[in-house]
């Protein structure tokens, strides 16, 4: 008998239907519409100014869309109400691209502060709690630290502790390998990894470092100028013959050679 596949039988823990926002005047996005399925990792890539951090951003809750509607879990999230999104939020986690700590609060501290928000449990649960998730990413015994102490790997993983600290359904990244050098980013991908396995968590990275983006994906979106290129595994992303996709996976520009004779032109009309 043939198995079923299980991306078949696995339900989106985010939709995103025909989503459009606009800066002003500008449109940013344009019709964007993509799940996410419950215990994978979506890596959503593009060019500077593709959207790709916009998309995070609303995604996390932070704008409302001009048009289009985002699910978290099944809810509609243009309809909540601010208890709501608080109760929805307890189920999220997100690790800044700075990793976003407190400097004036310690190591231990920064993990344990959603906790203390968000719950009321007693202060010596709290700070298991905290340790427990500190042991989670290889930084058992810095609690005492402060963030001006730490390497940028190390604010990486305190801020990832952070943002398992209430046990999350659903994880978000922004750049984690940003400013990591290649064997720091390498440890962070296998560790991402090791958490979405351990956790059954779903994940959603926002990145443009191509080599994370492959090692750690189950399925990749491509961005550009605010639409979606195309969806699909790394093989399918490797192999892709779209031209804007070839570009971004080459590094090759896509803005035409200027001809200078033009271009002098009309920097030259109407003037004399």
């Keep these: 008998m043939m198995q079923a596949n299980p991306q078949q039988v696995q339900q989106p823990v ?10 002003g005047d500008q449109k940013i996005l344009n019709g964007v519409s993509l799940n996410v399925l419950d215990g994978e990792i979506m890596v959503i890539m593009g060019g500077s100014g593709s959207g790709k951090s916009t998309l995070l951003r609303y995604m996390l809750g932070l704008h409302q869309p001009d048009s289009g509607c985002i699910r978290l879990f099944g809810k509609d999230t243009c309809t909540l109400t601010g208890r709501e999104w608080i109760e929805l ?15 004036s609060m310690t190591v231990g501290e ?5 906790l203390r928000e968000l719950t009321e449990l007693e202060d010596n649960t709290i700070r298991i709690m905290s340790r427990m998730k ?9 609690e005492h630290l402060m963030p001006a102490q730490l390497s940028g790997g190390m604010v990486k993983r305190a801020a990832l502790a952070r943002a398992l600290v209430m046990d999350p359904k659903l994880l978000f990244f922004d750049e984690p390998s940003a400013g990591l050098d290649p064997v720091v980013a390498a440890d962070l991908d296998k560790l991402i990894l090791g958490i979405r396995d351990a956790m059954q968590v779903s994940i959603v990275v926002v990145t ?14 491509v961005l550009d100028q605010g639409s979606i290129l195309m969806t699909g595994s790394v ?10 996709v070839r570009n971004l996976l080459n590094r090759t520009s896509d803005e035409e050679p200027v001809d200078a004779e033009a271009y002098l032109q009309r920097l030259t009309e109407g003037a004399g």
């Excluded at 093989?235 to 804007?244: A, V």
């Design 89 to 103: 939020r307890k189920k999220t986690g997100v690790s800044f691209q700075g990793g976003a700590l407190f400097n």
């Design 134 to 142: 500190l042991e989670v990413v290889n930084m058992a015994g810095f």
């Design 235 to 244: 093989e399918e992303i490797r192999n892709s013959d779209n031209q804007r």
């Design 208 to 221: 443009h470092e191509l080599e994370s983006a492959f090692k750690i994906a189950d399925r990749i979106t």
């Design 14 to 23: 985010i939709e995103v239907d025909n989503l459009v926002t606009y800066y």
């Design 110 to 114: 920064n993990v344990c502060m959603p």
